[in-house]
Each structure stands twice: as structure tokens, then as C-alpha cells.
């Protein structure tokens, strides 16, 4: 049954979280989510406090009430003191401030004069010290959609939480490599006015955090969801796996809570998992302001005026106007544009090889390798840019027609050695010749069964459209 959004008097916001390349946010340690045995392990209880309300956070106080034991473990590699909380947190780091405020432009956002870094009390064992290090960097942003504006109150730059290996009935495993890493925290107002515009928004600003070159990779990005109706009660939903899912999962969020409504139940305001199968189930109850005190740690950032308008003048171009520049200028799909704005040969391969069409380069980067993935099942990371680099070269040389690209790329990956006498074109004339042959032999059959005992015949040494272009005039 379809949805009437607005009669329902839904609401929905959406916060996004992206993690950010180099250093973790308050000490040295490089963010590379080490996937090297442990060589570090402890334990902790965890106890929650006050905050600046002077009471205790509801949702701090339901996971403190599980006593469960928090067992770490992590690679020194990545990992310091910092992170075991047996040392003070170092200052805040300065190029994961200065990302954030340049995405805080990008989304028209005001910049804050000073940084004040907060604890937010958190003790589901995710942080060590039993608080999340955050602080407040922009405010009052938007963005324009196609539903309309759609406002972004804040935009606040924090450090990620543990990794959880394992829920025990008394203990929870974590891993800390990723505790620290720098990260974005977007938050927009509930101005969302369906579940497909929620994944609208979400796409538009998971490219503005693309555009500025964030940490890239599964898990980097998340978004959490924020929805109601009249009547129902505000439910946060974390852990989508991508944004395909936003939608489906915002449809039966609604109509769990309509039929709550329908039954007089009593909804209570509380944080959801997203599932797999786009279901929801409950996970903590909704936490509030009491959590929230200031780090006494760390510094206050002063945020200068003339550094905001340095920043703004150096400001990426956005990855939407990028696309919409190769899509123009390279005669491309909107797709292949979307590929190959983040590849790093592509348009010096087409300075280099300028007797080959820009179109038929960007196919050979982006759509060959997806068809070997799929029609042979192997391994396309192992083609190289050199092997691009080669196969083009043969075919801007006149050496081979375009049809030999696939195969030739199929042999640099099974690393098998090249005869290009397998693959030399056969001249215009050699073709009319075995067309003519082939029509009196064969007779009355239709062009696409000539075309396909050509094609089988000389696969890879003839060009396709030549081909349908001469049967087209002996067939007349």
C-alpha cells in the first residue's frame, strides 16, 4: 500500500557520518583499520556520568545497568595510550579540522568562532574512556533538492568509536583500531518529505564529503535515520548497509508505528537496528541532553575570519558539476562520467591516444573490465593501468580493431602472452570479398545470421560496424 507521507504527519531527518583520511583525531596514530593479529588486550567496566543537567543519560544508564565486561584488543600499529585511555588526548587534529570546515562551506553552513570540544557519555564499551570526544564546527547550512531546501543545523567533527567482534552474555568484545579515527557528523532537519527523498539527501551529501576526498572504502560512511509520524514517537534507525536500503527501511519503520497507532499501543521514543531483510528491532532507548559535558583535556580552537575566506577560495569543484563536465566534453553517459571522474588515466589517455574516440576509451576503462568480471568470473584487479595503456596503443596504431580489446585484456589478466598476428585486422577489401562468398553460398538467410558466422569467424579481427555496414549493401 502506498504511503501518504503528508497525511501521516511524517517527519524525518538524516545524520551522516564519514570518516576522514591520515591521522586519528587526538593523537599520532595513522587511520588504517589494521586487519593484523592483536597484539594489544585488556578489560573495562564501564560506569556512566553525569552530565552538565546533572543527571544521568537514560540511554547511558540502560547499558551501564547490563554490567556486562568489555574486552579490547587491537595492533599497536595503529593504536596508543590515547586509545587505552592511559594517556591524555593530545590537540585536536588540525587537518581533520580544516575538512570539515570546507565541507561545512560546501553545504552553506556558518562556522562557529571557537571550538569547544564536549565528552558525550557513551558506555556501551565503543570508547574505552566511557565518553565520545565531539565538538561543534557549523551551523544553519542547507542544501536545495528537488523536494525543495532542506536545512542542516549542525555539522560537528568527532572521534569513531571501537569496532564490536563479539556480544557475550556478560561481556562484549571490541576491536580498537578504528576508536580515534576522525570523524564527520552531519545532522539535517526534519524537513525530508518521503523515504525516497531521505535517500535523495543522503546521495547529495555522501558527493559533497566525496568531493573534498574523504576515507573511501565499506564502513566509512554511515547514515543514521530519523523518523515519526503524528502519534507515533521519534525513532533514530542505524546501521543501513547502503543507500538503496534508506527507503525500504523508512516504509515499514511507518507502518510498524501505524500499526502500533492502529492497536493503542504507547510508542516510546528509542534507537532501532536497520536489518538486513529492511525490518527494524530495538536496540538502546533515545538519549538526550544529559550526556553531553565539556572535555577540560583539550584546547579551544579559535576559528579566524580570514582563514574562513582562505578556505573558501580554495574549495573543491563539486563532483556533481565534474560529471556534468566530462558527460559534455567526452560526449559520455551520465554512468561513465560518475566512473571516471575518480580515475586517474583517463584523460591522458586520451591525450595520448587521440585517434581513438574518447567514448570508446572510457568503455574500455569501465565497462570491458565489468563484462570479464561478469560474463568470464575473473579477478579484474589484476589488470593494471599499463595494460590499459598497451591494448590502446595496439588499437591506436591501426595494429587491432576494437573487438580484440576484451580479449587482449582477458590474457594481460590470465598473464598469457600476446601474438598480435592472432588479432591483425582483416582489410576492408578481405571482408567484402568473404561477404560477397558468404551471401552466394548461404543464400536467403537474414543480416544478423550473416553477421553472426562473420563475427564467430573473425572475432576479434574485424570491426563490427564495417561489417554491418557492407552487409547492408550486398543485402539490398
Do not use: W
Not at 587482449?408 to 568473404?434: D, G, Q, V
Amino acid at each position: 500500500m502506498e504511503l501518504d507521507y503528508q497525511k501521516l504527519g511524517f517527519k524525518c531527518g538524516l545524520e551522516i557520518h564519514q570518516q576522514l583520511e591520515g591521522k586519528k583525531l587526538f593523537c599520532n596514530c595513522l587511520t588504517l583499520n589494521s586487519d593484523q593479529e592483536p597484539d594489544v588486550k585488556f578489560e573495562r567496566r564501564l560506569r556512566a556520568v553525569a552530565g552538565e543537567t546533572g543527571q544521568i543519560d537514560i540511554a547511558a544508564r540502560h547499558e551501564m545497568e547490563k554490567g556486562k565486561k568489555f574486552i579490547y584488543e587491537c595492533d599497536s600499529a595503529d593504536t596508543c595510550m590515547v586509545e587505552y585511555d592511559e594517556e591524555p588526548p593530545h590537540e585536536l587534529n588540525k587537518h581533520a579540522l580544516e575538512t570539515t570546515l570546507k565541507v561545512s562551506l560546501l553545504l552553506n553552513a556558518k562556522i562557529v568562532d571557537e571550538i569547544q570540544v564536549m565528552r558525550k557519555t557513551v558506555v556501551d564499551g565503543s570508547n574505552v574512556a566511557g565518553f565520545q570526544r565531539t565538538a561543534l564546527v557549523a551551523q544553519d547550512g542547507f542544501i536545495e533538492t528537488s523536494l525543495g531546501k532542506v536545512k542542516i543545523p549542525t555539522i560537528c567533527l568527532e572521534e569513531e568509536a571501537a569496532q564490536k567482534l563479539e556480544d557475550g552474555k556478560d561481556f562484549v568484545k571490541y576491536r580498537l583500531d578504528r576508536l580515534g579515527i576522525p570523524l564527520i557528523e552531519i545532522a539535517t532537519s526534519s524537513d525530508i518529505k518521503n523515504n525516497e527523498h531521505a535517500r535523495e539527501v543522503a546521495s547529495y551529501i555522501g558527493m559533497v564529503l566525496r568531493s573534498v576526498g574523504v576515507k573511501r572504502g565499506l564502513g566509512t560512511i554511515r547514515q543514521d535515520v530519523n523518523v515519526s509520524i503524528k502519534k507515533g514517537a521519534r525513532t533514530e534507525i542505524k546501521g543501513f548497509q547502503d543507500l538503496r536500503s534508506i527507503p525500504k527501511v523508512i516504509s515499514y519503520e511507518i507502518h510498524r508505528q501505524s500499526n502500533a497507532i492502529k492497536q493503542n499501543k504507547k510508542l516510546k521514543q528509542e534507537v532501532r537496528k536497520a536489518e538486513p531483510d529492511f525490518t527494524t528491532s530495538f536496540l538502546r532507548p533515545m538519549p538526550g541532553a544529559d550526556r553531553l559535558y565539556p572535555e577540560t583535556d583539550v584546547l579551544t580552537v579559535r576559528i579566524e575570519k580570514d582563514y574562513i575566506e582562505k578556505l573558501r577560495k580554495q574549495l573543491p569543484k563539486l563532483l556533481k558539476h565534474k560529471e556534468e563536465e566530462f558527460e559534455k566534453k567526452y560526449k559520455i553517459t551520465k554512468e561513465l562520467a560518475r566512473e571516471l571522474i575518480h580515475n586517474t588515466i583517463f584523460e591522458s589517455l586520451i591525450k595520448k591516444y587521440n585517434k581513438i574516440e574518447p567514448q570508446l576509451i572510457a568503455h574500455t576503462l569501465v565497462n570491458i573490465p565489468k563484462e570479464i568480471k561478469t560474463r568470464f568470473k575473473h579477478d579484474i584487479s589484476k589488470l593494471k593501468h599499463e595494460d590499459f595503456e598497451e591494448v590502446l596503443d595496439y588499437l591506436n596504431k591501426g595494429k587491432i580493431t576494437k573487438e580484440a580489446l576484451i580479449d587482449l585484456l582477458l590474457k594481460k589478466i590470465k598473464n598469457e602472452k600476446i601474438k598480435l598476428e592472432e588479432f591483425a585486422a582483416i582489410s576492408e577489401k578481405a571482408i567484402e570479398k568473404e561477404i560477397k562468398e558468404l551471401i552466394n553460398k548461404k543464400k536467403g538467410l537474414n543480416i544478423g545470421a550473416y553477421m553472426g558466422i562473420l563475427m564467430g569467424k573473425y572475432r576479434g579481427k574485424i570491426d563490427g560496424k564495417k561489417v554491418m555496414e557492407l552487409l547492408r549493401k550486398y543485402l539490398k
